[in-house]
């Protein structure tokens, strides 16, 4: 039995995908490490592996709407990539305490390594329409909104609701 209902259904077909820190710790609200994810995303579409249409980061998860020819596989090299380089970060900084809790909350299984950024899976739901997509991006604007940190979803600095506001974006992306 897999260890998630969710999965990656249709290639090259839109997908609404979270990923989010092991016990919810607030890495993303260091921007240094918001950098990293931010350049690995930049890297994946400027080599025409992922196309994103929507985007949020939080605290501590963000959230896509993204397509690639083998999504599963590109969402895992940026789950790895940045998992590694904002471990080295957080070595380089001296941040003990939150390695010690990267550690801590490592699944046992995880044998092959010291810490774990991420939890397991990032829930893809294929977008089968284009009122799901509108819904999605939607719910993905509004994170922060709702969460009570702005007022207006174009005002969070780590979103696309920037670029569907016709504002600079920290990231490009292709527009529903």
Same mark, same amino acid.
């Given at each position: 039995?897999?260890?998630?209902?969710?999965?990656? *259904?249709?290639?090259?077909?839109?997908?609404?995908?979270?990923?989010?820190i092991?016990?919810?710790?607030?890495l993303?609200?260091?921007p240094?490490i918001?950098?990293?994810?931010?350049?690995?995303?930049?890297?994946?579409?400027?080599?025409?592996?992922?196309?994103?249409y929507?985007?949020?980061?939080?605290?501590?998860h963000?959230?896509l #709407?993204?397509?690639?020819?083998?999504?599963?596989?590109?969402i895992? *090299?940026?789950k790895?990539?940045?998992?590694?380089k904002i471990?080295d970060?957080?070595?380089?900084?001296?941040?003990?305490? #939150?390695?010690?809790?990267?550690?801590?909350?490592?699944?046992?299984?995880?044998?092959?390594?010291?810490?774990?950024v991420?939890?397991?899976?990032?829930?893809?739901?294929? *977008?089968?329409s284009d009122?799901?997509m509108?819904?999605?991006?939607?719910? *993905?604007?509004?994170?922060?909104?709702?969460r009570g940190?702005?007022?207006?979803?174009?005002?969070?600095?780590?979103?696309?609701?920037?670029?569907?506001a016709?504002?600079?974006g920290?990231?490009?992306?292709?527009l529903?």
């Amino acid at each position: 039995m897999g260890r998630s209902r969710y999965k990656f *259904i249709e290639n090259e077909q839109p997908h609404f995908i979270t990923g989010t820190i092991v016990n919810w710790l607030p890495l993303f609200s260091n921007p240094d490490i918001t950098s990293i994810l931010l350049k690995s995303l930049t890297y994946l579409q400027d080599e025409n592996r992922l196309t994103i249409y929507a985007y949020v980061i939080m605290e501590n998860h963000l959230h896509l #709407i993204a397509s690639s020819k083998e999504l599963s596989k590109e969402i895992g *090299i940026f789950k790895s990539y940045t998992a590694r380089k904002i471990v080295d970060y957080l070595k380089k900084e001296n941040f003990k305490s #939150i390695l010690k809790q990267l550690n801590y909350y490592k699944l046992k299984h995880k044998d092959d390594r010291d810490y774990q950024v991420y939890q397991e899976g990032s829930h893809p739901e294929l *977008i089968s329409s284009d009122e799901m997509m509108f819904q999605k991006i939607e719910y *993905i604007h509004y994170n922060p909104v709702r969460r009570g940190y702005i007022d207006e979803p174009e005002h969070w600095r780590y979103s696309s609701a920037r670029n569907y506001a016709s504002l600079e974006g920290l990231l490009d992306v292709t527009l529903f």
